[in-house]
T-cell receptor
Framework: SYDLTQPLSVSVALGQTARITCGGT??????VHWYQQRPGQAPVLIIY???QRASGIPERFSGSNSDNSPTLTISGALAEDEADYYC?????????FGGGTRLTVL | EVQLVQSGAELKKPGESLRISCKGS????????IGWVRQMPGKGLEWMGR????????KYSPSFQGHVTISVDKSISTAYLQWSSLRAADTAIYYC????????????WGQGTLVSVTS
């Protein structure tokens, strides 16, 4: 089976930049997608195909997948960005989620 | 507007059966797959499997194969997740999602259904 690895937690000061990584075998060759899940809510797609923002997602959210290291970047983090973030890939006809990263905005 | 509306919370006993539902609207129901995702208390997202509403073809993740059944009634744009014998370990929130075949992402999510299994 294919595994995606994310840091359990990331902290960022209000207004600063947060970066969340996602690791996996040969992940640079795959399309990586990102979801945000606020407490008590359903997940929401925020980034697809490495760097494309989903509809209605603020520009402070961006994604990259260079040097085999997919990264979700939140520039100028707001209090409302405090949430769990999940990366996702498509492997062998099925969805694979990373374990999730809890972002804390200090 | 695309909407996936799930059935309400359930409280069941171990060994009981259950079927929860997910009704799609605002798009052509047969144009995308429907997937189901489990989230156990305080834990992450787990992909359970998906169904093609066109022909009811299913694909399950190995961890869930044989323990749940995914089905669909395309005449009423509704997908289902079913258990024949619940266990306490099935206590979780279950989300359905519209799986875009073009982008291989879950574009839209239901609001979630809380299933509690306790004696």
């Amino acid at each position: 089976s294919y595994d995606l690895t994310q840091p359990l937690s990331v902290s960022v000061a209000l207004g600063q930049t947060a970066r969340i990584t996602c690791g996996g075998t040969d992940i640079g060759s795959k399309n990586v997608h990102w979801y945000q899940q606020r407490p008590g809510q359903a997940p929401v797609l925020i980034i697809y195909r490495d760097k494309q923002r989903a509809s209605g997602i603020p520009e402070r959210f961006s994604g990259s997948n260079s040097d085999n290291s997919p990264t979700l970047t939140i520039s100028g983090a707001l209090a409302e960005d405090e949430a769990d973030y999940y990366c996702q890939v498509w492997v062998s006809g099925t969805v694979i989620f990373g374990g999730g990263t809890r972002l804390t905005v200090l | 507007e695309v909407q996936l509306v799930q059935s309400g919370a359930e409280l069941k006993k171990p060994g009981e059966s259950l079927r929860i539902s997910c009704k799609g609207s605002g798009y052509t129901f047969t144009s995308d797959w429907i997937g189901w995702v489990r989230q156990m208390p305080g834990k992450g997202l787990e992909w359970m499997g998906r169904i093609d509403p066109n022909d009811s073809e299913t694909k399950y993740s190995p961890s869930f194969q044989g323990h749940v059944t995914i089905s669909v009634d395309k005449s009423i744009s509704t997908a289902y997740l079913q258990w024949s014998s619940l266990r306490a370990a099935d206590t979780a929130i279950y989300y359905c999602g519209r799986l875009s075949l073009v982008r291989a992402v879950v574009d839209d999510w239901g609001q979630g259904t809380l299933v509690s299994v306790t004696s």
